[in-house]
């Protein structure tokens, strides 16, 4: 339940620490699940990041090898020429 001003300054000093606790526990709840939602949302773009990696040097490798394939079928055609 949220106080007033007024409400607070009738507060004795145990009802305004009870308050201020529970004030304090909600921030905290607050801040761990912001945390969580932070910390997966990163897990999650880390995982499509390394697939992404892994993706773009198996195709790096396969492009490699066409390159290397094009080179021997010209260097074939050279030889054929001579």
């Known amino acids: 339940m949220e106080l007033k001003h007024m409400e607070i300054c009738d507060l004795n000093d145990r009802e305004f620490k009870i308050e201020v606790l ?5 921030m905290q709840e607050n801040t761990e699940r912001q945390f969580n939602e932070h910390r997966n949302t990163i897990k ?6 390394t697939k ?31």
């Open 22 to 26: 529970k004030k304090l526990n909600e």
């Open 52 to 82: 992404e990696i892994e993706i773009l040097k198996k195709n790096q490798i396969e492009f490699l090898e066409i390159k290397n394939s094009i080179e021997e079928i010209k260097n074939e055609i050279t030889k054929n020429q001579v």
């Open 44 to 49: 999650e773009q880390h995982e499509h990041f």
